[in-house]
């Protein structure tokens, strides 16, 4: 599916900016991929092809990149809620089912189940990064570790 | 009558493998029978519960243990929840604790917290005047303790254990050295060590202090295992570890190389992916496997007993093929002496079931747990949350006192895993962020890297007493899959326990404004329970400690079980546990059970005295030889 090339990089790079990661640490998940598939599968790929084209566009706008975020993609009653469960699936692993109304507006696909899309995506989830920590149950940092001051620490 | 084993268990968890060891390797036969499945004896088995763990939604206790219809557990997601779940909740309150029934038990997802007991919490009746006292005091069980924290592999240092009275004999040391305490217990401490707080009207002074844990550390080459104790190479100096287990004879390498320290997983509950973590099947890989059959999936549903005298003939037993299926065929296991090591509700369900040990009237009564105050907050600086065992550090100078005869006493659990436990961080605070905050992108992740490793959560665990009244039933009406029975559980907290959660709260506001933590506990945020006092609402949930049931004490008018948890009832019927407990203190009381465990093999293999050992042939069937 060549055709998919184009639209994994808009992907992964509307994850960039969703997401507050960068594209070295999001390719490093090795989630992407299917992320863009978990999506696509949920949501349709009407809304899927329309949320990538808005944000080509929104990319390559000019002006303020967050206000055009914010008014149309997020602010957008069809793509708002898309593009915040791209978030949360970055950050947590998992996929969460769309609201009644979304449904009731745009349609149900029998892939939009809340669900933790695999074991891996769990330990990939980006909150733990954020959090400057490591899945709980995974990626062990050693023994006694954790007794030294976090990174940040001003002690 | 045909004797097929010496003993015959009942549940293949701490207790049942702790007998099971001790009594092979003193050259008896053990048939072991266990409700569950044998998924985690195996390392391969073990990685496919953690696999179900990573892809739980919810990541309660359970969740790598799957659900087995014929071998029903309760649910942390069921509780409160009318009609939900395994245990039939009738209230007043809903029990808030769950277990877990598969080989390994509870202990594939207990904390590791392994505190002693107090010696005045032996003696509570008679110091206090409140609650009931132990058959023995625990000057009798202090070297049961030690075996004990052998077995299970306790890292701690006897001076920082030395405290309301608890003596160690001279010399002893843990097996291990401590586990290192997380920053933030650090932290905690330097604000809070020496500071002192007002206690039966005299200055208490208080300190973080290490907890001792059931996990693997650096071991310490002054420890000397007991006497008949060694390890199979003889030497009886420097503890051995044992590390991750499989019964396979290639398997016995895992022990040797993996899990041999803890190494910060952060997920000692529901699931340590290397055993670092004790769990049960590390003692039961080292009983004497020519004389031990374990039998999975085998469900007792019946004590048999001899009408005339009470002496038990047999176990009644259900024995299915599949979890997935409700079929089963109906067995009968035989012995001379029978252990009920099932778990403190599963013991009273059974003996309930067989209309056995009723004399005394307590069966059933006195059910017990510790239930945990809730209290969670943002410390002013990063303090890295998120890390380290899930506990390494607990308050415990307050676990003793006068005040008892009025008000519960507690410990005070620090965690080092943010509010994973009251409101599902870091999860939920990615949803709110999102959800509710609006934030994406570098502000999202900014916001999250400045709360997720500031979060700290308190867990105060108050005493609850035997109180009659909280009981575990039976009900025809109530049934499983296989036609065993569902648990119905009454339950309360009196004034006296939600007393010391009053102290614990007011403890709490003080420690909050000692650290300048910002309280974020929030009825809102949270699933916990709840229930107000005095105007005061507190949120709260159970430990897992389940205790009283088949209450031990002097007497068969007043107690089910004498002081070597044999039932007064029936002489070669013993039920053993946490069940057995009179009282629980304020102490997770996995240590405890195992002491006692240890005293009550002696029983047994003194009873058996009397006996040439058993054939211990095995009848037909599934059978597996760790």
Redesign the interface.
Known sequence: MADEAPDLRTFIDLSV?????SEVELLGTGMAALYYGTVRGAVGEGVMGDLLATFRAVSHGGGDL?TA?RTRI?GDPRLGQV??NL??LW??G?W?EMSQLWRDAYGISPSDV???V???S??QG???A?????P???H???????????A???? | MMEDYDVVIVGAGIAGAILAKVLTQGGRSVLLLEAGTATAMTWDGYLSNLNSFYTALAKVPESPYPYNPDAPQPDVLAIGIPGSGYFVQDGPVAYGSTYTRTAGGTTLHWLGTCLRMLPEDFELRSRFGVGRDWPFAYGDLRDDYGLAEMEIGVAAEVEEQEYLGITFPKGYVYPMHKIPQSWSDQVLGQVIDGRSVDLDGRPRELKVRSTPQGRNSIPNANYRYPKGREPRDGQDRGYRPVGAVDPRPRGQDLARDLGQRCAGNSACVPICPIQAKYNALKTLVHADGDRLTVRTQAVASRVLADPAGGRILGIEYKAYESPNSPAYTTQVARGRVYVLAAHAVENAKLLLASNLAGTSGQLGRNLMDHPVLLRWGLMPEPVGSFRGPLSTSGIEDLRGGEFRAARAAFRVEVGNDGWTWPTGSPESEVLQAVGQGNLFGSRLRAQLRETLSRQIRLGFLVEQLPDPANRVTIDPQYRDAIGNFRPVIQYGLSDYTLAGMGAGTMLAERLFQWLGMADRTNAAQSLLSQITWRNQLFLWGGAGHFAGTHVMGSTPASSVVDSWQRCWDHENLFAVGCGSFPTMGTSNPTLTLAATTFRTARAILKDLEAYAPASGSAPTGEERRP
Do not use: C, D, K
């Open positions: 900016v969703l997401t507050g990661f967050e975020m997020l593009a915040r978030i949360t950050y947590v998992n969460y809340t669900r933790v695999s074991a891996e769990y330990q980006l909150m733990w954020a959090g400057e920590t490591h709980q149950g995974a062990q940092p050693g023994f006694g570790t954790w007794a030294l001051p976090p940040r620490s001003s002690s």
